[in-house]
């Protein structure tokens, strides 16, 4: 029970997305009302809490430990390498970088640096 109850918060979440990105996709960002890029950011802040509290329950058995830290793991790695293309894309096709790239990717590194110290320590 508890399994179906996290993947149907799932594909809530994969829907709001969806539904964000695709008003994102076709409505023009220079012509978006105050309104508009008010909801869009409330929407977004939204998922952006939902998604982080998935999972952070209390574990009831190792296996279910195991499970969190692999996909917390594999997400890791994906932003990472997600936002390593994006800096490669703009360093060779654009040649101009979006700082906050950069320090998202210095920010999610020292994160896992520091919370493994911490955790070892």
Known sequence: ???RKIL???ILLFILIALTAGYLLFEP???MSMPTIVSVCTFLAIYSICVSLVGETKCEDE???LHRNLSNR???VAVTLF???GLI???????RIDWWLLA??????????TSLIYLNY
């Open 89 to 95: 894309y703009q360093i060779f096709i654009i040649h």
């Open 74 to 76: 594999a997400a890791t």
């Open 104 to 113: 998202t990717i210095i920010i999610i590194n020292l994160t896992k640096i």
């Open 1 to 3: 029970m508890h399994n």
């Open 83 to 85: 936002i390593s293309g």
């Open 63 to 65: 296996r279910e430990i």
């Open 8 to 10: 149907i918060y799932y």
């Open 29 to 31: 960002m220079d012509k």
